[in-house]
């Protein structure tokens, strides 16, 4: 089994998973599902109120205030492959919100910053081929329901693994992605969540997962991970 290994700085959420490696291999240009919900932005320090290690799982809760009308709670999860399993790493995120508000209107994304020479969504009408993507620099480009699967495969430079990024069928809603200069090759993209209102004593919830996959067969096995990922039970709870 692979080990996946990694760490938080549990005041800036946005930033996500650092110092990732994936059993002798480094991705430390990579910054993986990261929490954005304003005030917790790319700049701003947020310190949880509760945090905890329960098994394989960081839980972090961020209660409201007065500039972020919303309870945000984080769970990070290292998932490792089963008998049959051909990622060979892979860690989940479970995001909820929550109000003490008659109404409101929760933003909230998550996102990942990471080298990239080549971009592949999953395309609705055939997942395993995929769609290629151009990277065009400081050009963002979106992607709705409308046009294929919340999931993308990405092939960075110097790498024997792909990284696939992918949301849940019943929580995909808008991806956009950001391409950097080409001598970099970083591309972030972003995951805007929840698109209904938010009422007093509802809880909305959300599910990403990333994986390491083999760059051999790469975009066949996302596929397949993404087709396990969709038929998977909700979660009860952070």
């Known amino acids: 089994m692979t080990e996946l290994a990694a760490r938080l700085d549990l005041t800036r959420p946005a930033d996500g998973l650092l110092d990732v490696a994936v059993g002798a291999m480094p991705w430390h240009a990579a910054r993986l599902l990261g929490v954005v919900a304003a005030p917790l932005s790319q700049n701003a320090a947020d310190a949880p109120t509760e945090s905890h290690i329960r098994g394989a799982d960081l839980v972090v809760a ?21 008998a049959g399993d051909k990622f060979l790493a ?9 109000t003490d508000l008659l109404d409101s209107r929760p933003e909230l994304a998550v996102q990942s910053v990471l080298p990239a020479c080549e971009i592949v969504r999953l395309t609705a009408r055939d997942p395993i ?50 391409c950097g200069a080409a001598e970099s090759r970083e591309v972030r993209v972003v995951h805007q969540l929840f698109s209904t209102s938010l009422e007093k004593g509802v809880i909305l919830r959300a599910r990403v997962r990333g994986i390491f996959v083999p760059r051999a067969d790469d975009a066949r096995i996302a596929a397949e991970c993404y087709a396990a990922f969709a038929s998977a039970n909700p979660p009860l709870g952070t």
Request: net charge negative.
């Open 129 to 178: 081929a995929g769609a290629a993507l151009p990277h065009p620099e400081n050009a963002p480009a979106a992607f709705g329901l409308e046009n294929g699967a919340g999931c993308l495969l990405f092939r960075p430079p110097g790498q024997s693994l792909s990284y696939a990024e992918m949301v849940h069928p019943a929580d995909f809603q808008r991806d956009e992605l950001h």
């Open 90 to 98: 892979a860690a989940d995120l479970i995001v909820s919100v929550r």
């Open 62 to 82: 961020y209660e409201a205030s007065a500039h972020r009308p919303m309870r945000v709670d984080a769970l990070w999860r290292a998932v490792a492959p089963a």
